[in-house]
């Protein structure tokens, strides 16, 4: 793809295509390797957790040690971020998801509570910090990679339909995950066939890295290597010292994002088995279903970007994340027959997942914007991905709608935040401006 300072749009190339999709397919191979956890959530805390432990505090703590895995990602991606502004996008943009496959792979051959004892949630625990890592350096470097790339009018598409492919690694995982669960009884998972998953992710490692070798250093940074404008101190101190205005509205719409994957991609599919009592099964494929839909809502949400504008397009499905949930939420706890329906239309109204990221890139000079990116996405996902799942499976005994309740707030958050700041940042995400060439 051909970075372009003019706002006229370009059109899209066969060039174009082939990096976005390198790009994007890339990424849903690594997000397949860190979310698969969740999916098994159930079955690893029976396996690395003593098993005279309650049942729920087994599964809080499995969750602890998902969220371990968001505590790892700001060091991992200050680390990979620094040199990314430095060295280049692509270098970066490969070694991410060779630190996310090693792990995986591991997990799948690791020893459990019954052979090891306490070694193996410590274990385990370490393979996730490792993940957490990889995970922190891909999301902003993909997003920086691709709106470098993108030409001008066109780079709400590319990012949305790069946020599709993210979410397509969730996707990838509830199928494996649904596969499994008709393929084998329960005792034959929780005996050996939990294992395929985490090593089908080693192998997804290889062929991740493999595509990313056929991508191409971005224009913008290749312009700056040119002209010497590369980051020469500290990315990061730049960023805190100069920045500190575009950190707020960064930080609070990761939240915003966070909230509705939480919610949509790690929660329910937990609560509906433990709280609604359906089968994994029929718990995976409904997931399934859903983020089938997510993936085309951040489609659109892209698509609306580049016609509306970032901000109007964040405050738009701010409204529809907390209507689409409690569409979800409704036809969960009255029963029915139309709970796939109820979560398609969750899943489009979770597309702020694929508009937030058009606001990111367009916060930071190039000079230093993966280290921006990476600095405030990768704090406050940390933050509130770590919380958000164990406060919401802790108050999920007080009120079945709680997941509702929580999304609401969420999204008058994004709602509230996107009218401010786009008031008084109104060339940021803006269909007309080209800031990545800057």
């Not at 995986?104 to 625990?125: K, S």
């Not at 020469?232 to 930080?251: G, Q």
């Amino acid at each position: 793809m051909t970075a372009n300072t003019h706002s006229r749009p370009a059109p899209f190339t066969r060039s174009d295509y082939k990096t976005l999709g390198l790009a994007a397919l890339g990424g849903a191979l690594e997000i397949y390797d860190f979310i698969i956890f969740v999916f098994f959530a159930l079955t690893l805390s029976q396996l690395f957790f003593p098993p005279e432990m309650p049942e729920w505090l087994r599964l809080l703590q499995s969750f602890g040690i998902f969220a371990t895995g968001y505590l790892a990602r700001p060091l991992g991606g200050i680390l990979m971020a620094h040199f990314a502004d430095r060295l280049g996008r692509k270098k970066v943009f490969s070694l991410s998801i060779l630190m996310m496959a090693l792990p995986c792979l591991l997990i799948g051959i690791m020893p459990t509570y019954a052979q090891i004892g306490y070694f193996a949630p410590l274990l385990l625990l370490a393979l996730r910090i490792l993940q957490g890592a990889a995970v922190g350096g891909e999301v902003p470097s993909a997003w920086v990679f691709v709106a470098e790339h993108a030409p001008v009018g066109h780079r709400g598409y590319a990012l949305g339909f790069l946020q599709a492919g993210l979410t397509f690694g969730y996707l990838i995982g509830a199928l494996t995950a649904t596969f499994l669960a008709q393929a084998f009884t329960p005792a034959e998972i929780l005996d050996y066939a939990w294992r395929y998953p985490f090593l089908l992710g080693g192998v997804f490692g290889v062929i991740g890295v493999w595509l990313r070798r056929w991508l191409s250093e971005t224009p913008v940074f290749m312009a700056m290597q040119a002209q010497r404008d590369a980051a020469v101190e500290l990315p990061l101190r730049t960023v805190l010292r100069e920045h500190r205005l575009a950190m707020l509205p960064a930080m609070i719409l990761t939240c915003v994002l966070t909230s509705a994957v939480v919610v949509f991609v790690v929660i329910t599919p937990t609560m509906m088995q433990k709280t609604f009592g359906m089968t994994a099964s029929h718990t995976f494929a409904l997931s399934a279903l859903g983020i089938v839909f997510l993936n085309i809502g951040c489609v659109l949400a892209g698509l609306l970007v580049d016609r509306i504008g970032a901000w109007r397009t964040v405050m738009l499905y701010s409204l529809l994340l907390p209507l689409g949930i409690g569409v979800l939420y409704t036809c969960l706890i009255i029963g029915g027959s139309w709970i796939g329906l109820a979560y398609a239309v969750a899943g489009l109204g979770c597309g702020v997942v694929g508009a937030v990221p058009s606001v990111m890139v367009s916060l930071f000079p190039a000079r230093i914007r993966v280290s921006g990116i990476s600095f405030t996405y990768n704090i406050a996902y940390a933050v509130w991905a770590s919380i958000t799942p164990l406060l919401l499976i802790g108050l999920m005994p007080w009120s079945p709608w709680i997941c509702v309740i929580f999304s609401a707030v969420m999204g008058a958050v994004g709602m509230s935040s996107a009218a401010y700041f786009g008031t008084r940042m109104p060339n940021v995400g803006s269909r007309s401006v080209a800031p990545c060439a800057q």
